[in-house]
């Protein structure tokens, strides 16, 4: 007859988790634990290969031990959510290898593990039992062995009751006796005070057990021992109760149904893809044909619109309890292309619309804007302004999966609905590029089709919405959701419904200015060049600057020299052609991006910019916008700054009012770091860039020279990014050891910092991620890497996430706050940009006085910091007088 295998899961699991690195998949899951899991199974199916198995699991924290020991297990330490959140994959698992878990109410592993073992006794079948608990050795038996797991992973140490008598002197239900009198700390047993185990053995070896212990207390030598055994005497009784495995669970399966019969290779190879196994998909050797890559096609019940479709979901619409899931597809990326289908679902129905049946149902309208009805979405800015753009209102949105999974997986940066579906087994969503086709021009297919993938993206849904749910609140980011993203998404939203009006003949005009002013520059480095040639062709480049004119040779690449930025930089000091040529590139830019291009996305009917703000894209938090991207207009250089000059309040005589946070990176580094000097600094409102020269220096006040404070200034910003001397040198123009000393003795100054980053970096290995303030979470993967230059980047980004996070963090609770003030307010005055850490407001001249202290006041307290958040601002008729 076969072997009969128990493996304790939620000991194997801790053990698995405890003593591999926190590792994840790209989507940020964490695998560490099932990988360690499923490496123990793996090495159990090959060597002891089973006729039956089965994976017990801990049902719940109370047992019927509490009855007796409240305190039971009471000092343990909440299970992890990294960890937690792998239980589930750990089922996953095993249902994909066939093999039975089980819990019950009130029972712990333990209990199930030794009813099966007591079973299998009586039908004399050999039983191996996994496990990483010391307690399961009153179970061995001549026909049971306890495999104990050892230090690693597949390493383990069977017992039978000779190696427990060979290592302890004692028989296997003695060990019962060992826990009642030493306790067991780990399950918060009491034991006996003062009595360890070697105490304890020795006891056991002269008594055998706690009962003959305590009858022979008069015998016992040591005073403290025995005044120890009599107090307790009671608490040793109970101990070993609690200690003692129940063996008579009511179980409602026999052995038989245990039999293994092996793994479901499609199952198996979904999984390990999905968790990127890819060592375990080899060693399997799983078939990767092509049933496995074939799409789980779920069956739908799709309703087209008819009048009896209408009056069906007419019904469902007025139950204004039940959520439903909206997706609205268009022909395109853009909020204003053409409307392809909208397709609504709930647990078992959906149904397809056209924008045509929209315009005639006025029951479904109603619903839109009944802020009661809840609504779950993919991106709920984008859905809002789909059907603005259609003159459509849309309230009530309560869930949005794609910043629901963005939060969960803040690098993968706006994934397709396709692609969280895959995260979460659902296969059945046929990808857009696959459906559509590649390219900008999409292929229509007939109506059937179109009406089934736009169905189904409501269907994923309202299914997949539950599960990114309840990963947040595993995660502590469901409050970031609900209070900070999906509020954030309906203050974009009507940010990016009014647009920001610009002054197209001014625009025009600089276009003409920068044109002259490029003429006159090609015309200048023709006769620095002595010939005339294409600027903009890096070959012919080249050729003038490396062989015509002779200049150091910094960079060669497979077609020729390199000139690009970074070298030209470094030949600056060589030739004064070279100063021409940057200027001449940064118009270049300038005239093609923001001149050309924000005359081409000017609005014909608004005569405004509606720039896209883009919510989930970046890895920190940070808002990016896109069509144009208003964030990078180059300020350092005049002529960029001058582009401001187009952006203006859209009626007369409003003003346009900057508000921007000073150094808000700096404040969140002295906050997180508690760093002493920092704190002061900001708390008197000194000038942080002269206070770091005077501290670092050692100089007074009075004594800071501005090549100090430039210094000063580039390590307060590069130590935030984590620099490096060398970065440092380059920055500073001074060799690396200077930048080292430098960096030195900042260090030494603010202890804080460097603790914090010290600690940052530690935490980071071990949990592989880093939360900001409001516990939004950056994955690194890297973070452990033997890759030296992976594992760098992985550090630095850990020391700046949590400051450049937090500090997006805030800005988006002040854009919230304010958005409210000003709508209780009923103000006229409207929040128009967020660029980087600054707000821009067109203001009704009414208004002025109190949008600034609202703006202010609001601003500044939107985050409680243990140093006070500073707010410059300026108002002008245009961007570029409100800087």
């Known amino acids: 007859m076969g072997k009969l295998v128990l493996i304790d899961g939620n000991s194997i699991a801790n053990r698995a988790f405890y003593a591999l690195p926190l590792l994840s998949n790209r989507q940020g899951i964490y695998t560490n634990a099932v990988y360690g899991f499923t490496q123990i199974l793996l090495k159990i199916l090959d060597e002891i290969k089973p006729e039956y198995i089965l994976v017990a699991f801990d049902a719940g924290k109370v047992t019927f031990r509490h009855a007796d020991f409240k305190e039971y297990k009471?000092?343990?330490?909440?299970?992890?959510?990294?960890?937690?959140?792998?239980?589930?994959?750990?089922?996953?698992?095993?249902?994909?290898?066939?093999?039975?878990?089980?819990?019950?109410?009130?029972?712990?592993?333990?209990?199930?593990?030794?009813?099966?073992?007591?079973?299998?006794?009586?039908?004399?079948?050999?039983?191996?039992?996994?496990?990483?608990?010391?307690?399961?050795?009153?179970?061995?038996?001549?026909?049971?062995?306890?495999?104990?797991?050892?230090?690693?992973?597949?390493?383990?140490?069977?017992?039978?009751?000779?190696?427990?008598?060979?290592?302890?002197?004692?028989?296997?239900?003695?060990i019962i006796d060992l826990k009642g009198l030493m306790g067991d700390t780990s399950d918060n047993i009491p034991g006996v005070p003062g009595i360890g185990e070697k105490t304890a053995l020795k006891l056991l070896h002269q008594y055998g057990s706690v009962e003959e212990v305590l009858a022979h207390i008069d015998e016992i030598?040591?005073?403290?021992?025995?005044?120890?055994?009599?107090?307790?005497?009671?608490?040793?009784?109970?101990?070993?109760?609690?200690?003692?495995?129940?063996?008579?669970?009511?179980?409602?399966?026999?052995?038989?149904?245990?039999?293994?019969?092996?793994?479901?290779?499609?199952?198996?190879?979904?999984?390990?893809?999905?968790?990127?196994?890819?060592?375990?998909?080899?060693?399997?050797?799983?078939?990767?044909?092509?049933?496995i890559h074939q799409d789980q096609i779920l069956q739908l019940k799709i309703n087209s619109f008819t009048d009896e479709s209408k009056q069906i979901w007419n019904t469902i619409l007025n139950q204004g309890d039940q959520p439903l899931a909206l997706h609205v597809e268009t022909n395109g990326e853009n909020s204003t292309d053409k409307i392809l289908g909208i397709s609504l679902s709930n647990d078992t129905e959906q149904l397809f619309l056209s924008i045509e049946n929209v315009m005639d149902w006025p029951e479904f309208q109603n619903w839109l804007k009944n802020?009661?009805?809840?609504?779950?979405?993919?991106?709920?800015?984008?859905?809002?302004?789909?059907?603005?753009?259609?003159?459509?209102?849309?309230?009530?949105?309560?869930?949005?999966?794609?910043?629901?999974?963005?939060?969960?997986?803040?690098?993968?940066?706006?994934?397709?609905?396709?692609?969280?579906?895959?995260?979460?087994?659902?296969?059945?969503?046929?990808?857009?590029?696959?459906?559509?086709?590649?390219?900008?021009?999409?292929?229509?297919?007939?109506?059937?089709?179109?009406?089934?993938?736009?169905?189904?993206?409501?269907?994923?849904?309202?299914?997949?919405?539950?599960?990114?749910?309840?990963?947040?609140?595993?995660?502590?980011?469901?409050?970031?959701?609900?209070?900070?993203?999906?509020?954030?998404?309906?203050?974009l939203a009507k940010m990016e419904k009014i647009g920001v009006k610009v002054d197209e003949e001014r625009l025009k005009l600089m276009g003409v200015e920068i044109e002259q002013t490029l003429k006159k520059l090609t015309e200048e480095i023709y006769e620095l060049a002595g010939v005339e040639f294409n600027i903009n062709s890096p070959k012919q480049l080249g050729?003038?600057?490396?062989?015509?004119?002779?200049?150091?040779?910094?960079?060669?690449?497979?077609?020729?020299?390199?000139?690009?930025?970074?070298?030209?930089?470094?030949?600056?000091?060589?030739?004064?052609?070279?100063?021409?040529?940057?200027?001449?590139?940064?118009?270049?830019?300038?005239?093609?991006?923001?001149?050309?291009?924000?005359?081409?996305?000017?609005?014909?009917?608004?005569?405004?910019?509606?720039?896209?703000?883009?919510?989930?894209?970046?890895?920190?938090?940070?808002?990016?916008?896109?069509?144009?991207?208003?964030?990078?207009?180059?300020?350092?250089?005049?002529?960029?700054?001058?582009?401001?000059?187009?952006?203006?309040?859209?009626?007369?005589?409003?003003?346009?009012?900057?508000?921007?946070?000073?150094?808000?990176?700096?404040?969140?580094?002295?906050?997180?770091?508690?760093?002493?000097?920092?704190?002061?600094?900001?708390?008197?409102?000194?000038?942080?860039?002269?206070?770091?020269?005077?501290?670092?220096?050692?100089?007074?006040?009075?004594?800071?020279?501005?090549?100090?404070?430039?210094?000063?200034?580039?390590?307060?910003?590069?130590?935030?990014?984590?620099i490096s001397d060398y970065g440092l040198s380059q920055n500073l123009n001074i060799s690396r050891k200077e930048a080292g000393e430098f960096i030195d003795r900042y260090f030494a100054v603010f202890h804080g910092v460097k603790q914090y980053m010290k600690d940052i970096v530690e935490r980071a290995k071990k949990e592989g991620y880093v939360s900001t303030l409001l516990h939004r979470r950056r994955y690194l993967p890297d973070i452990n890497s033997s890759n030296f230059n992976l594992r760098s980047f992985a550090e630095r980004t850990a020391m700046n996430t949590p400051i450049q996070g937090t500090a997006a963090d805030i800005i988006k609770l002040a854009m919230i706050q304010v958005a409210e003030q000003m709508e209780q307010k009923h103000l006229r005055s409207r929040l128009l940009l967020q660029v980087h850490d600054e707000l821009i407001f067109e203001v009704h001249p009414d208004e002025i006085d109190e949008m600034k202290v609202l703006v202010k006041d609001t601003m500044e307290h939107a985050l409680d910091l243990n140093v006070p958040l500073k707010v410059d601002m300026n108002i002008g008729k245009t961007w570029y007088e409100a800087k």
């Open 74 to 174: 009471g000092k343990r330490l909440q299970t992890p959510s990294e960890l937690s959140g792998q239980f589930p994959m750990l089922r996953e698992l095993l249902e994909a290898f066939q093999i039975t878990y089980f819990e019950l109410n009130g029972y712990e592993a333990d209990d199930i593990i030794g009813t099966l073992t007591k079973t299998a006794e009586t039908e004399n079948l050999d039983t191996i039992v996994v496990t990483g608990d010391k307690d399961m050795l009153q179970l061995a038996s001549d026909h049971v062995s306890i495999y104990l797991t050892r230090k690693g992973i597949t390493e383990v140490e069977a017992y039978g009751p000779k190696q427990i008598k060979d290592k302890y002197q004692l028989t296997p239900k003695q």
């Open 371 to 491: 802020p009661d009805a809840a609504k779950w979405v993919y991106d709920a800015k984008r859905t809002e302004m789909v059907f603005f753009w259609n003159h459509i209102q849309i309230e009530g949105i309560q869930f949005d999966l794609l910043l629901g999974s963005y939060l969960l997986n803040p690098s993968d940066g706006a994934v397709f609905l396709s692609d969280i579906a895959k995260q979460y087994n659902y296969m059945g969503l046929q990808s857009d590029e696959g459906f559509y086709g590649k390219g900008a021009k999409r292929e229509i297919p007939e109506q059937n089709l179109l009406m089934e993938h736009i169905s189904r993206k409501a269907h994923v849904i309202y299914h997949l919405k539950p599960f990114i749910e309840n990963k947040l609140i595993e995660n502590q980011l469901s409050e970031l959701l609900y209070a900070v993203e999906l509020p954030l998404s309906r203050v």
């Open 543 to 722: 050729e003038i600057l490396f062989d015509k004119l002779q200049l150091p040779i910094m960079k060669k690449t497979k077609t020729g020299y390199s000139t690009s930025a970074d070298v030209l930089e470094k030949l600056e000091p060589y030739h004064p052609i070279i100063g021409q040529i940057l200027h001449y590139r940064q118009l270049g830019k300038l005239y093609s991006t923001y001149i050309e291009g924000l005359l081409k996305v000017i609005h014909p009917k608004t005569k405004r910019i509606h720039t896209t703000f883009n919510q989930a894209i970046t890895a920190t938090g940070r808002l990016s916008s896109t069509e144009p991207n208003l964030q990078n207009i180059p300020i350092r250089l005049e002529e960029g700054r001058k582009i401001r000059q187009a952006f203006i309040p859209s009626e007369p005589d409003w003003l346009i009012l900057a508000a921007d946070y000073s150094q808000i990176e700096l404040r969140v580094l002295a906050h997180i770091s508690n760093d002493e000097k920092l704190i002061e600094a900001f708390q008197k409102d000194m000038d942080i860039h002269t206070k770091t020269a005077i501290d670092v220096f050692r100089v007074n006040e009075d004594e800071v020279t501005s090549l100090m404070r430039r210094q000063a200034k580039a390590v307060n910003f590069g130590i935030v990014y984590g």
């Open 221 to 291: 030598s040591g005073k403290k021992i025995k005044e120890n055994l009599s107090i307790y005497r009671e608490q040793a009784i109970l101990s070993k109760q609690l200690a003692t495995i129940f063996r008579d669970v009511p179980l409602q399966f026999s052995i038989e149904q245990l039999t293994y019969h092996g793994f479901d290779q499609e199952k198996v190879y979904e999984l390990f893809s999905k968790w990127e196994f890819h060592s375990l998909i080899e060693r399997l050797e799983i078939d990767k044909g092509e049933n």
